[in-house]
Structures are given as structure tokens and as C-alpha cells.
């Protein structure tokens, strides 16, 4: 192991330390990235990553993709798209048993091709959908199980803002990436439908009968598909652009973010609603530039060092099947997800982890999709476990009642994380089906 090495595997630990210790994410990154730097090659070379990194990054015009995207969820809320999406949905499958938890996971899928993000979906259909849960006898655990546990749809369903950071990190076509991340999401909607299937047959005493339901005519479910519509056409606008070549993934955020601030105005959103989402996305953009460009120059130091490199040869040397190797990535995104938001997870950990199982011979986009989704799922995990905090801050419950209803959507999750992992074709067959390799 050379010196660059060890220095960089020992800055590496203290940047953890730093973290677990509660020093902001991106100082850890920065002061560590900062020590490497004057270590390997002085002062000089410190200064000049310094200067270069933040203004080659905030030169970069692809990174104008995350703030658009992030006012693209902020007025999907405002617009009434949640609320037209959940009863669309609930009209279709009301009346099914167990109905209103495939409502809650179709629904979020749908809200999902708006809002990029997690928590979002987590929140609002926390706030619309478990009164209603509650009101037709639903299981408390069961319901708050699958609030959470389909809000990470939104990790996966494009336009992902997740996927998109890992992408502008990594370099990878943004447009390529949201197509498996979409094709992993249709993938999950239908598992996670079946599990709810599967469990209402084995606990029938968890959901409620729907006998007593009142019917809704067919037309009036035809007419219901109407509020589904501004979703698709924000859906067809992002993927569109980004896949057939119309225009870039940048220009397809823009491109949304004009015809929802069009159908802002029809649904006749106050002004002061439309200012305040554009505020928050700012807030939000602002909060995670940071963070980004901390990572940015931290991966350039992690880079020169040849750490990650060096590993993947060790491990490769060792002669550890990979899916070893690949359960102990899993176990370290765990335990990331249980002091860490997803931003920081995949900002730390992209560094090391990405090249390393790149060199074991995974697809990168199919990895890419496998770690964020990883990522989502940790947000389930105590004892911070964001997602988790989301739903109860929503519902006002205790963090505790969630995370136990979370338990079997945790471990559906982590299956389905292995499955994309030993057959990756699942993920890649949409992709493939449209030409893209």
C-alpha cells in the first residue's frame, strides 16, 4: 500500500468520525478533503482544488438540472396533482380489498413522476391518505408500513433526484439512468402491490372488508383519469426530452417547471403560493450545493489518492464472490442510513463504493439504481431513519409506531435490492427495449 493510500484511507475514517460525531457533512468533507490535500502535495496543490472545483462546478451548466427539478416537486404540491392522483386512484381500487393500500402505492408512483423526491410523496400521502385508512378499519402498522414504504417509489420513478445528483457526480447520462431507475419503479409498484396482496390473504384481520363500500360508476372512474393527465404530460415532458433526443435533461426541467407554473395559473394558485415554491426549491438547491461540492472535491481527493482503486484490486485479489462483496456495501448503506440523509449517503459513499463495484462487473446504471434505491430504504432504518421522521412529523406520531410498521416493507426492499443484483436483467429490459445500452 503506498503512502497516498494510507492517507487517504485514514482521512477517509476521520471524515466518517466527523460525521457520526455531528459536524455538518459538508465541513467533515472540506476540512478532510483539506488535510489530504496539504499531505499529498502541499499547500499549493490544496489551493488549487480549492479554487478550480467550486467554479468549475458552479460554471456547470447540467447542475441547473437539480434546483429545476426541485421546483418541479414544490409545485406538483401546490397544483392539487397528490390529491387528483390519490382519488383517480382510489376510485379505480376503492372497492378491492385492501384497496386503499394499492391506491396509496399507485398514487405515489404517479405523484412520484413530479415530485423526484422521497419524502415528499411520504408526507402527503401521509397527511391524505391515513385519515382514510384509519376511517375503513385499516391496521395502523399496516398503513403507516405503506405510506412509507412507497414513498421510496419517488428514488426510483424519473424524474429521481437522487439518481440525478449520483449522475452529475459520476458523470453518467442523466436521460439513460432515469430509464432503469424507471423500469426498476414499474418493477417495484407491481412487488409491492403483490405483497399487499399476498398479506391481506395471510392477515385477512389486518384489512377490512370493502363489501360495504358504495360503487362508483364506470364513467365517473373514466372521468376520474382526468387528474391524471397534467402528471403524464410533466412525465412525457421529462422523459421525452431526456430519451428521444427532443432536448437535454436540463432543458426537459425547465421545460416542466413552465407547464406547471401554466397549470398553477389554471388551477389558479395564489401568486403568493407559486412565489413560495420557488423560495423553498432555492432553500432547498441552497442547502445541497454545499454538500455537493464538498463531495466533488472530495472525490477528486479520494480519486489521486487511488484508494478506491487499490481496493477493488485487494478485494478482487482476494478472490470474495461478489455478492459478498456487495452485502457488505448493503450492510455499510444500513448503518448510513441510520444517522444520514440520502443527499450525504450517496455523496460520501459514490467515491469509493461506485468504482469498486463497477471493477466486480456491475452495470454501472443498474448499480446506480440499486445503491440509490439502497439509500431510500435506509431512510427506514432507526434510529433516524428520514423517511420514517417525515410520516410521523406529518401525522404527528411516534417515530417508534412507524419504523414498526416498516419492518416488512424493510425486508421486501433488501430482496429486491438482491434480486436487481444477481439479475440485473429485470432492471435492464425496458431500457434495452428502447435502445438504450
Known amino acids: 500500500m503506498t503512502p497516498e493510500m494510507i492517507i487517504g484511507l485514514v482521512v477517509f475514517a476521520v471524515m466518517i468520525a466527523m460525521v457520526l460525531l455531528g459536524v455538518p457533512i459538508f465541513v467533515s468533507m472540506l476540512a478532510s478533503a483539506c488535510v489530504g490535500f496539504i499531505a499529498i502535495g502541499g499547500v499549493r496543490m490544496m489551493i488549487v482544488q480549492f479554487t478550480t472545483a467550486p467554479f468549475s462546478l458552479g460554471a456547470n451548466y447540467t447542475y441547473a438540472v437539480l ?55 411520504n408526507v402527503v400521502f401521509g397527511r391524505l391518505a391515513v385519515p382514510e385508512l384509519e376511517r375503513q378499519g385499516y391496521d395502523r402498522s399496516l398503513s403507516y408500513g405503506t405510506v412509507t414504504g412507497a414513498g421510496v417509489l419517488s428514488s426510483l420513478i424519473p424524474p429521481s433526484i437522487p439518481i440525478i445528483m449520483w449522475c452529475l457526480i459520476t458523470n453518467m447520462s442523466i436521460g439513460n439512468t432515469l430509464m432503469y431507475g ?21 392477515r385477512p384481520g389486518k384489512v377490512p372488508s ?6 362508483v360508476p364506470f364513467m365517473e372512474k373514466v372521468k376520474s383519469l382526468r387528474y391524471v393527465i397534467p402528471i403524464l404530460l410533466v ?5 421525452g426530452g431526456a430519451v428521444w433526443g427532443w432536448f437535454p435533461a436540463t432543458v426537459g426541467g425547465a421545460v416542466a417547471v413552465f407547464a406547471l407554473l401554466l397549470y398553477a395559473i389554471v388551477k389558479r394558485v395564489p401568486p403568493k403560493e407559486i412565489w ?9 438547491n441552497a442547502g445541497m450545493f454545499p454538500i455537493i461540492m464538498a463531495g466533488t472535491i472530495f472525490s477528486r481527493f479520494i480519486s489521486l489518492t487511488g484508494l478506491a482503486d487499490s481496493m477493488a484490486e485487494l478485494i478482487a485479489g482476494a478472490n470474495m464472490p461478489r455478492i459478498v462483496v456487495f452485502t457488505m456495501v448493503i450492510i455499510f448503506y444500513m448503518i448510513c442510513g441510520c444517522v444520514m440523509d440520502i443527499p ?30 439502497m439509500c431510500d430504504v435506509a431512510g427506514m432504518t432507526p434510529p433516524i431513519g428520514m423517511n420514517v421522521f417525515a410520516v410521523s412529523n ?28 444477481i439479475f440485473p436483467q429485470v432492471v435492464e429490459f425496458l431500457p434495452k427495449l428502447m435502445g438504450i445500452s
Request: net charge positive; charged share 10%.
Open 67 to 121: 434546483p429545476l427539478f426541485m421546483l418541479v416537486g414544490s409545485l406538483a404540491s401546490v397544483t392539487g396533482i397528490a390529491q387528483g392522483a390519490f382519488d383517480a386512484m382510489h376510485k379505480w381500487l376503492g372497492r378491492v380489498r385492501g384497496g386503499l393500500l394499492y391506491t396509496v402505492v399507485c398514487a405515489n408512483a404517479l405523484f412520484g413522476a413530479c415530485s423526484g423526491i422521497s419524502v415528499a410523496g
Open 182 to 202: 424507471l423500469s426498476a419503479g414499474i418493477i417495484m409498484v407491481i412487488i409491492l402491490c403483490l405483497f399487499i396482496f399476498i398479506y391481506s390473504l395471510v
Open 210 to 215: 370493502t363489501k360495504d363500500l358504495p360503487k
Open 235 to 239: 412525465f412525457a415532458l421529462i422523459i
Open 276 to 284: 413560495h415554491c420557488i423560495w423553498d426549491a432555492a432553500i432547498m
Open 344 to 373: 450525504s449517503i450517496i455523496i460520501i459513499t459514490v467515491p469509493v463504493i461506485f468504482p469498486l463495484l463497477t471493477g466486480l462487473g456491475y452495470n454501472e446504471y443498474v448499480l446506480c439504481v440499486m445503491l440509490v434505491f
Open 394 to 421: 406529518a401525522l404527528q406520531v411516534r417515530p417508534t409506531t412507524i419504523f414498526k410498521g416498516c419492518i416488512p416493507f424493510f425486508i421486501l426492499d433488501v430482496v429486491c435490492v438482491y434480486i436487481m443484483a
